[in-house]
Every structure is written in structure tokens, then in C-alpha cells.
């Protein structure tokens, strides 16, 4: 069966340091969406695109986000200019037709 | 403001005993709500929609729109049933509004 992945599975930067966390979304999926779990907190949505752009964003996905699918299989979120508070669990996930959103594994991200 | 609430972080019972998950919401609109369930070192997965009305792995959820209420419900717990349960409201778009989680623990 089809999986959305996700690469690193943990990433540890400085603070200040840019990222981009990776996702292979499902092949013939075409909503994408990144969220993101703070220890002990709930699972929040930050972003999602479609059909090459944002569709819709939080108020978490400031300037300091962005999002590209840079071919036709990646989904990558990009962090500018890490805080510790971003420190957090990030999961991807892609919808087809229906309504069911396919949760990647999760890029733990460890600001230092 | 859309907000899912979840107010038990965990929830501990014996193989056998029923299981009530608590979820409340809170959304001006039509809601559509879901169950997500996380295994151990398991990704998030689809457990319920409201919609369907199904039942899966012995659960159920019924939206009940008065009490703003979608609690998720087994007669009879199994110990592969440990986990952490997410309700999820879908908002006006298609994302995600996430309750904080309740950790199931059935123990024999």
C-alpha cells in the first residue's frame, strides 16, 4: 500500500540555521498539507497546496515558512531562520479524491 | 472559534471493559469530525468520519449536534486497542482541527 515518507526522521540545527524538512507524498494525491505536534501539544495545521500554491494557512505559517514542490514528487517545508520554539514534531500529509488525509511518519526537529 | 476538545489524557481500562473516548466541539458550520488513531511508533490513521457511520475494529463515534459531542465508543476493550486517539474537526477548507489527544491503555 502506497505511504507518504518523510526525510530526516530527527533533525537537529542551531538556531538561526534554515531547514527544509522533505515529504514524498502519495503518487496520484493532489492536496498536501504539512502540520506540526510541540511536546505535549496538539497535532496544529499550518499549511496546505494545491495545484502549485497555498490553499490555505494558519497563523502559526508566518514569513519565516514556505512550501514547494520543487518536481513532481516532493513536498518540502522550509524553515528561514530556526527558533527554539520551533522545536517540534513536523508530519506531512496528502489527500486524493476523497477525504481521507495519509499522514506521513514525522521529522522530529530539535532546535538548539 | 473552531476548537476540539479532548479532555481526558488518558484513559485507562481492563481487556473487556466498554470504552468511552470523550470529544467535544466547538463550529459555527456544519461539522465534519473524525477519529484518528497513532500506535505505537505508527504514523496518524484514519479510524472514523462521521459521515459513514461505520464501524471499525469493534468502534463507533456518534455526532450528536446538540451536545456538540463525538465520542467514540467500544463495548468491549482489546489490548491491541492501546493508543492515542485524536478527534479531528475539518473546517471550512480541508484542514485538520486536532484535539490534544486521549492515550488509551487496556491492560488484562
Known amino acids: 500500500e502506497p505511504e507518504v515518507t518523510q526525510t530526516p526522521s530527527h533533525q537537529v540545527t542551531q538556531m538561526g540555521q534554515e531547514v527544509i524538512l522533505r515529504c514524498v507524498p502519495i503518487?496520484?494525491?493532489?492536496?498536501f498539507y504539512w502540520y506540526r505536534q510541540i511536546l505535549g501539544q496538539k497535532v496544529e495545521f499550518l499549511v496546505s497546496?494545491?495545484?502549485?500554491?497555498?490553499?490555505?494557512k494558519s497563523e502559526i505559517f508566518d514569513d519565516q515558512f514556505s512550501v514547494e514542490r520543487p518536481d513532481g514528487s516532493n513536498f518540502t517545508l522550509k524553515i528561514r531562520s530556526t527558533k527554539l520554539e520551533d522545536s517540534a514534531m513536523y508530519f506531512c500529509?496528502?489527500?486524493?479524491?476523497?477525504?481521507?488525509?495519509?499522514f506521513g511518519p514525522g521529522t522530529r526537529l530539535t532546535v538548539t | 472559534a473552531q476548537r476540539v476538545t479532548q479532555p481526558e489524557k488518558l484513559l485507562s481500562v481492563f481487556k473487556g471493559a466498554p470504552v468511552e473516548l470523550k470529544c467535544n466541539y466547538s463550529?459555527?458550520?456544519?461539522?465534519?469530525l473524525f477519529w484518528y488513531v497513532q500506535y505505537s511508533r505508527q504514523r496518524l490513521q484514519l479510524l472514523l468520519r462521521?459521515?459513514s457511520r461505520e464501524s471499525i475494529k469493534g468502534f463507533t463515534a456518534d455526532l450528536n449536534k446538540g451536545e456538540t459531542s463525538f465520542h467514540l465508543k467500544k463495548p468491549f476493550a482489546q489490548e491491541e486497542d492501546s493508543a492515542m486517539y485524536y478527534c479531528?474537526?475539518?473546517?471550512?477548507?480541508?484542514?485538520?482541527?486536532f484535539g490534544k489527544g486521549t492515550t488509551l491503555s487496556v491492560s488484562s
Open positions: 500529509a496528502s489527500r486524493g479524491p476523497s477525504y481521507e488525509q495519509y
Open positions: 503518487s496520484n494525491h493532489l492536496y
Open positions: 497546496f494545491y495545484n502549485n500554491e497555498i490553499s490555505e
Open positions: 463550529y459555527s458550520g456544519s461539522p465534519e
Open positions: 462521521h459521515i
Open positions: 479531528a474537526l475539518r473546517q471550512a477548507g480541508t484542514a485538520l482541527i
